[in-house]
């Protein structure tokens, strides 16, 4: 077995990036296995229609895109926070109708990365509800490289208590599971990745540095 940018059909930068990540994830996989991340998101939200939680590494903030939608929080005349790792923020929109076109100021937070993995919590009438209520599946997505999107279209009748979390991405462990030969010293995969490492490090040492810790 072998990794050929061909069959990927990547370009060759874009496969150098990913050798590159799975060198890193290999070392670190050796050393022992890879801890929770302590920035870890838990978000809970009053959702009835479109709307976009917009991600940056240093606040977050509400866009309502639709005329119809009611904004979070303010279905049926409510008014209610959304929760940020249990903790009640009330987003204050530049104006104050419950429906339509919309942004809120900015919520200050602290990511260390925008590179984040998604996890639907629970869906539910009620803001202490297990499992999932069916709904239109949630869409994530990079708005270049300083703004990270959860879009929730939420297109079925009535609202809900949406609870999500954002966390950084394990690389260590999605190189390991996609590739779990690579951890194996004695492995023809883990021979072969190696010497084409070794070549690609005689021709792009800087890109080799190790990642800060």
């Known amino acids: 077995m072998s990794i050929s940018v061909q069959e990927k059909g990547l370009l060759p930068g874009m ?7 799975l060198v ?3 070392d670190l996989y050796a ?3 890879s801890t929770t991340p302590s ?3 838990t978000v809970q939200a009053y959702i009835d229609g ?3 939680l917009r991600i940056h590494k240093d606040y977050v903030y509400w866009y309502e895109g639709s005329k119809k939608a009611c904004k979070p929080g303010r279905y049926n005349g409510a008014n209610l926070p959304t929760y940020l790792n249990g903790v009640p923020w009330m987003p204050h929109w530049h104006n104050g109708d419950p429906k339509g076109r919309d942004k809120t100021d900015h919520y200050p ?5 925008l590179d984040l993995d998604f996890k639907l919590i629970s869906v539910g009438y009620n803001q202490q509800d297990a499992g999932i209520v069916p709904r ?5 997505r990079s708005n270049g490289d300083d703004e990270h999107i959860v879009e929730i279209p939420d297109k079925e009748p009535g609202a809900m208590w949406y609870t999500f979390t954002l966390a950084p991405i394990d690389w260590q462990k999605k190189a390991v599971a996609e590739f779990p030969d690579l951890a194996k010293p004695d492995s023809d995969l883990n021979h072969k990745f190696l010497a ?9 040492a800087a890109y080799f540095e190790p990642p800060p810790v």
């Open 15 to 21: 496969a150098l990036a990913i050798l590159i990540s």
């Open 109 to 113: 937070i602290s990511l260390s990365t």
């Open 136 to 140: 239109t599946p949630i869409n994530t």
């Open 50 to 52: 479109e709307a976009e």
């Open 196 to 204: 084409r490492v070794k070549e690609l490090k005689a021709t792009n």
């Open 31 to 33: 050393q022992g296995p």
């Open 24 to 26: 890193w994830s290999v």
């Open 39 to 41: 920035n870890t998101i």
